[in-house]
């Protein structure tokens, strides 16, 4: 099996922890963080984040997954993963086997596919992106780049989101639509129009609150 590290001790930790081992093709080493946080789920602390460069010395082809959540935009998971990919470590995909993920999908490295997902056929999946618990991302869609697809969001066909946005919990993206770069939608928004200007959307149709 495939060493791997989880880089971050919370709760999105937790539930790739139990993916993990569902899969049943990674040996979880431990996780670091930026402090102890303890046994999380039977998995240890192996030290703070800047370990890794040892870790990655002794352990051949170590792997690691970026296993910190996103509540907002996805700069710092960005920034985070910037000062980690001079190491020699990889940032394989993962996906639940839980999800769906039919023909045609492309999935970037370090992204993370939850239980209960549905991803369709034609769909990009970003470098670093989210596809949380019970969402869907329909046919054709593009996610950029450390986007976030909340638990419960509905991302209908043809949609395009771009890099660091986010669907919040229960949000729904209309067909053919675009939310661009820098856009935060609000729990149980419903996105009726293309969103150019980042910033926070609310309500039904969704609306600029904040820039």
Not at 25 to 48: C, H, K, Q, S, W
Not at 153 to 173: D, K, L, P, Y
């Amino acid at each position: 099996m495939n060493p791997i590290v989880l880089i971050g001790a919370g709760g999105h930790a937790k539930v790739i922890v139990s993916i993990l081992r569902k899969l049943d093709r990674f040996d979880i080493l431990g996780y670091t963080a930026l402090e102890n946080r303890g046994d999380l789920m039977g998995v240890p602390f192996l030290g703070l984040d800047g370990d890794l460069a040892e870790l990655a010395d002794q352990h051949k082809n170590l792997t690691a997954v970026l296993a910190v959540g996103q509540v907002g935009l996805g700069n710092f998971r960005f920034s985070l993963w910037e000062k980690l990919r001079a190491l020699s470590i990889s940032f394989p995909s993962i996906v639940s086997p839980n999800a769906v993920v039919n023909e045609a999908v492309s999935l970037g490295e370090s992204a993370v596919v939850m239980d209960g997902a549905i991803i369709n056929s034609g769909a990009s999946i970003g470098r670093g992106a989210i596809v949380n618990t019970n969402s869907t991302v329909e046919h054709d869609v593009t996610l950029g780049d450390w986007v976030h697809v909340a638990s419960g969001a509905t991302i209908s066909g043809g949609v395009t989101i771009g890099r660091f946005s986010m669907i919040g919990a229960g949000a729904t993206v209309i067909e053919g639509k675009t939310v661009g770069s820098g856009c935060l939608i609000g729990a149980g928004a419903t996105v009726t129009r293309d969103l150019s200007e980042p910033g926070v959307y609310v309500g039904c149709p969704a609306r600029l609150i904040k820039s």
